[in-house]
């Protein structure tokens, strides 16, 4: 008995040895056919630039630009803006000139040539919209807002900003197209080899319509409108009125003290478009003096307190002069705006090159709309309300660049569809 035990162990045991000894893999494996492919080697920015840039490449090593990559952007994918010598010579940036300057200054000028994160002209191409991408270039005061869940959460340094995109062939900064003369790729990036010095704004929409003269009567409506609101503010401890027209301003800068300042609601650059309406787009509505803008506003009685999304007749009559959703509804920043962000919105220009930089991220806002319509027609480029029966607007000046988005100069003023001229006296 104990016999038989044993055989049947014996057997059960040969059986599991042949079991894996068949799930053995021994098939034979024949070596690698063909050559193994290389994986790509890039040279370092300043290797790989070519003989027309040496005057950019000057520029970048006495401002010590590697060591700056190195300490802010080590691991991060750029796109590097490079002049060529012709450009770099037009701007006043010769051999002499770079030695002479400090490296500080240096820097200024080329950590606006640099962008954080790489693209090529082909992706963009193929992307066929306009993507905004910041420099490495901070401001020294100013400030941005961070917006997390729908509440803006803190402020965050100002970084100038660009927005790239390609039209018909034609590379578009800002805007404005610049002619490549190559591309090519670094080990940290991309390069396009450009024939410009490109120049960061300095100025804030209101000191540029300031020093421009033409805008003397929409500075003045902007001054009665906003005038009205502050006294509503005074009066009243939850203001619902809409945004005071100097929305252009950095309030750091422009606004003398504040009631409701806090770290949840500090002061931020509020980004946007804006449609500059000259005097003689006001005159073409029969206003030629600060008389006439104080008759129009006096068309009605001023209300108690302005109710949510309320507005002076003046602001009614110019609120589609700007592109963005800043306004109060649901608390609100030293400027009395809505806690917003600048985000790009697909352009619908058939082929205009509009900078057209936005205030709306469809979810703090939920400003769906922009409202405009835009038409290209030979040379000019026209903008008007979607539903308005008036003439468009000619834009007879384009992407004039400002620390808070870019202003274009129009002709006449985009009239709202619901607008009359003719409200009820007092």
């Keep these: 008995m104990k016999s038989s035990l044993n055989q049947y162990i014996t057997l059960a045991i040969f059986a599991v040895v042949l079991l894996f000894s068949g799930c053995k893999k021994t098939e034979f494996m024949p070596d690698a056919v063909g050559e193994e492919i290389p994986v790509p080697t890039y040279p370092s920015l300043l290797e790989g630039l070519p003989e027309n840039t040496s005057l950019f490449k000057a520029m970048w090593q006495k401002a010590d630009m590697d060591k ?11 796109t590097f803006l490079v002049s060529n010598n012709s450009a770099m010579e037009t701007a006043g940036y010769t051999a ?46 100013f400030l ?39 591309e090519l790729a670094v080990a940290q990036g991309h390069v396009f080899i450009i024939e410009q010095v490109l120049k960061a704004p300095q100025k804030q929409m209101y000191d540029f319509l300031v020093k421009d003269g033409r805008f003397s009567l929409y500075l003045k409506s902007m001054e009665l409108s906003n005038t009205e609101y502050a006294n509503d503010f005074m009066m009243n401890m939850y203001p619902g009125f809409g945004l005071p027209v100097r929305f252009m301003l950095d309030w750091n800068y422009y606004f003398e003290g ?47 307190y302005y109710e949510t999304n309320q507005l002076t007749p003046v602001d009614s009559l110019l ?12 608390g609100y920043n030293e400027d009395y705006s809505m806690v917003t962000v600048d985000v790009q919105m697909d352009r619908f220009l ?77």
């Excluded at 700056?68 to 750029?78: D, G, M, P, S, Y």
């Excluded at 002499?96 to 994160?117: A, E």
């Excluded at 002209?121 to 401001?139: C, E, N, P, V």
């Excluded at 008036?390 to 006449?412: F, K, L, Y």
């Design 68 to 78: 700056v990559l190195a300490t802010e952007q080590a691991q991060a994918k750029l």
């Design 96 to 141: 002499v000139k770079i030695q002479q300057l400090t490296k500080d200054s240096l820097q200024t000028v080329l950590r606006y040539h640099v962008l954080n994160g790489a693209i090529s002209s082909d992706q963009l191409a193929m992307i066929g919209r306009d993507l905004t991408y910041f420099t490495l270039l901070k401001h020294p005061k």
């Design 144 to 182: 941005d807002g961070e917006p997390r869940d729908g509440t803006l959460v803190r402020t965050v340094p100002y970084f100038y900003r660009q927005q790239l995109s390609m039209d018909g062939g034609n590379f578009i900064i800002d805007g404005k197209k610049l002619k490549i003369g190559q």
């Design 258 to 304: 504040t009631f409701h300042y806090s770290s949840e609601r500090p002061r931020h650059v509020i980004h946007c478009t804006l449609f500059a309406p000259t005097d003689a787009a006001f005159n073409r509505m029969g206003i030629y003096t600060e008389a006439d803008l104080r008759a129009l506003n006096g068309r009605i009685e001023t209300p108690w």
């Design 319 to 330: 609120k589609y002069q700007y592109i963005g959703g800043a306004r109060l509804e649901t």
């Design 350 to 426: 058939n082929n205009a090159t509009i900078f057209s930089q936005m205030l709306d991220n469809n979810r703090l806002t939920e400003f769906k709309n922009i409202y405009h319509r835009f038409y290209h027609e030979g040379n000019r480029i026209r903008v008007g309300h979607v539903k308005s029966k008036e003439q468009p607007s000619d834009i007879i000046e384009e992407n004039i660049n400002t620390i808070q988005g870019p202003v274009h100069v129009v002709d006449r003023i985009i009239v709202p569809d619901d607008f009359s001229m003719w409200h009820k006296t007092k």
